[in-house]
């Protein structure tokens, strides 16, 4: 079975640190990856997604970046964190399929927060 | 207009009661609709997909989809204090695996 693997589970950080955050899939190859942000009130926004290693799509401007080293590794970084970043971070997982759409399996998340 | 519309609540029900939630959406091209329940401080987990309209049932959740009306709907039957989560609505288009989220609704189960 798949297993979708997210850590730190919170984190406490001052504004302009650096920040890296990691997801890791278990039980599938090739999957499509997503970095969500839930902020209280505003629902789950959509920050970045790869259907392979190396193709990372922005969704929204802002100062935090992603990238795929390996096929089931997923990281979410910043230069310098703003206080606005603070939110629970949420990986996800789907299968790639020729025809239709997989429905997508999310992590345990990360709490953020920017002091 | 916003793509998914999802009443946030919260809604508080005694145990053993029927709890209904919809959402509403513009967009005609979602074919695929979803309800993902979450725990405080978790991960979503994904409760129901569908694909077409009518009715899904899966123990005591039933999934409903009106896409002529645009709106979909979970029931949940027989509620348990279990129960008490974040349920969200979310959706996609054909080949696109975007999913547009509902804000999702706080339901509280009353022992």
């Known amino acids: 079975s798949q297993t979708i693997h997210q850590w730190p589970a919170t984190l406490v950080q001052p504004v302009g640190s650096p920040l890296s955050l990691e997801c890791t899939v278990e039980?599938?190859?090739?999957?499509?990856l997503y970095w969500y942000r839930q902020a209280a009130g505003r629902g789950l926004q959509l920050l970045f997604y790869?259907?392979?290693?190396?193709?990372i799509s922005s969704e929204v401007p802002q100062n935090l970046s992603a990238s795929r080293p390996q096929d089931r590794q997923f990281i979410l970084s910043s230069k310098k964190l703003l206080l606005s970043d603070s939110g629970f971070y949420l990986c996800?997982?789907?299968?790639?399929?020729?025809?239709?759409?997989?429905?997508?399996?999310f992590g345990p998340g990360t709490r953020l927060t920017v002091t | 207009q916003k793509e998914v519309e999802q009443d946030p609540g919260p809604l508080s029900v005694p145990e053993g009661a029927i709890v209904s939630l919809n959402c509403t959406y513009s967009?005609?091209?979602?074919?695929?609709f979803m309800w993902y329940r979450q725990y405080s401080r978790k991960g979503p987990e994904l409760l129901m997909y569908?694909?077409?309209?009518g009715n899904k049932e899966d123990g005591r959740f039933t999934a409903q989809v009106d896409k002529s009306s645009k709106y979909i709907s979970l029931f949940i039957r027989d509620s348990q204090p279990s129960d008490s989560a974040t349920y969200l609505c979310?959706?996609?288009?054909?080949?696109?695996?975007?999913?547009?989220f509902g804000k999702g609704n706080q339901v509280v189960v009353i022992p």
């Open positions: 996800a997982w789907s299968s790639i399929q020729g025809a239709g759409n997989d429905e997508q399996y």
């Open positions: 039980g599938t190859s090739n999957p499509n």
């Open positions: 790869s259907v392979g290693i190396g193709q």
């Open positions: 967009n005609s091209a979602f074919q695929y």
């Open positions: 569908t694909y077409s309209s």
């Open positions: 979310a959706m996609s288009s054909y080949g696109n695996n975007r999913l547009a």
